[in-house]
T-cell receptor, first 113, second 115 residues
Framework: GDSVTQMEGPVTLSEEAFLTINCTYT??????LFWYVQYPGEGLQLLLK?????DKGSNKGFEATYRKETTSFHLEKGSVQVSDSAVYFC????????????FGTGTSLTVIP | GAVVSQHPSRVICKSGTSVKIECRSL??????MFWYRQFPKQSLMLMAT?????????EQGVEKDKFLINHASLTLSTLTVTSAHPEDSSFYIC???????????FGPGTRLTVL
């Protein structure tokens, strides 16, 4: 079945450090891939997405590349800020299942000054 | 664009009462809306999918008589938690999808606390 496996947290980094959060997926069809961010006490916000192989999604300094050969969609940022502290969810959506979303378990990131 | 609102943002109720949560797409028409539940420090669990004008499709293990979903228009879906109990306390999040689109747009969530 369709699923997402996400790097377990929590992750604690110093400000300006490099961030990688790993995400791999299993899909029966050809999925679209997403990263969502959830700040404390809030709902989910779409951070970036990619809809086909080799696409790179980017937003607010975050990037992720859709790698079909490794079934991965790792999230990266070159220099994190305290304001990036949040929970990050990797997700996939497959058209042949009615675009139902499958979420990873989330990775909590804390950035310390 | 693509803003989804939820109301209320927080609700506290007594055990045995019913609570209604509204989910609205503010600037687009959503043929499909989704309801999720999130327990502390866990991922989102899809509860049900609702299509405008038809009955909701519930995920396995979700009681449809307890969690009543109505998608009366292209911009509004409601979730009613009937006869709420403390174990129903959770963060409920809705999302909406544009017709023909893959992305889902999430509401800010509703924190339900049942005493």
């Amino acid at each position: 079945g369709d699923s997402v496996t996400q790097m377990e947290g929590p992750v604690t980094l110093s400000e300006e450090a490099f961030l990688t959060i790993n995400c791999t997926y299993t899909a029966t069809g050809y999925p679209s891939l997403f990263w969502y961010v959830q700040y404390p006490g809030e709902g989910l916000q779409l951070l970036l997405k990619a809809t086909k192989a080799d696409d790179k999604g980017s937003n607010k300094g975050f990037e992720a590349t859709y790698r079909k050969e490794t079934t991965s969609f790792h999230l990266e940022k070159g220099s994190v800020q305290v304001s990036d502290s949040a929970v990050y969810f990797c997700a996939l959506s497959v058209e042949n299942t009615g675009n139902q979303f499958y979420f990873g378990t989330g990775t909590s990131l804390t950035v310390i000054p | 664009g693509a803003v989804v609102s939820q109301h209320p943002s927080r609700v506290i109720c007594k055990s045995g009462t019913s609570v209604k949560i509204e989910c609205r797409s503010l600037d687009f028409q959503a043929t499909t809306m989704f309801w999720y539940r999130q327990f502390p420090k866990q991922s989102l669990m899809l509860m049900a999918t609702s299509n405008e004008g038809s009955k909701a499709t519930y995920e396995q293990g979700v009681e449809k008589d307890k969690f009543l979903i109505n998608h009366a228009s292209l911009t509004l879906s409601t979730l009613t938690v009937t006869s709420a109990h403390p174990e129903d306390s959770s963060f409920y999040i809705c999302s909406a999808r544009l017709a023909g689109g893959a992305s889902q747009y999430f509401g800010p969530g509703t924190r339900l606390t049942v005493l």
